[in-house]
């Protein structure tokens, strides 16, 4: 059974930086994508940030050179540097992991999710 947990949200002011953190455990041999959506109650969730277990990432436009997304291979872990925080990047923030291998474990798994405020 794979496990998501994250941690690093909270409440800082506008222009701020905050670092979440999503550790992955369980029996995993293989991770292909890593990545954190974003959801406002109400809304649709969204793509923030992804990277693949080449290196490669994708962002949001409306993060581009604001959020740096990282990966440990050898902790199973995903990272996201959040630099010069709006308020309009206040929401929940959820991980999640594409398994490759075992095949038990294959498939797409989600942290429980961690909020991010952001105050003006």
């Known amino acids: 059974q794979v496990q998501l947990v994250e941690s690093g949200g909270g409440l800082v002011q506008a222009g701020g930086s905050l670092r979440l953190s999503c550790a992955a455990s369980g029996r995993i041999f293989s991770i292909n994508v890593m990545g954190w959506y974003r959801q406002v109650p109400g809304e649709q969730r969204e793509l923030v940030a992804a990277?693949?277990?080449?290196?490669?990432?994708n962002y949001a436009d409306s993060v581009k050179g604001r959020f740096t997304i990282s990966r440990d291979n050898d902790k199973n872990t995903v990272y996201l540097q959040m630099n010069t925080l709006k308020v309009e990047d206040t929401s929940v923030y959820y991980c999640?992991?594409?398994?490759?291998?075992?095949?038990?474990?294959?498939?797409?798994?989600w942290g429980q999710g961690t909020q991010v405020t952001v105050s003006s």
């Open positions: 999640y992991v594409d398994v490759r291998s075992p095949m038990s474990a294959r498939g797409v798994h």
């Open positions: 990277i693949a277990d080449g290196g490669s990432t």
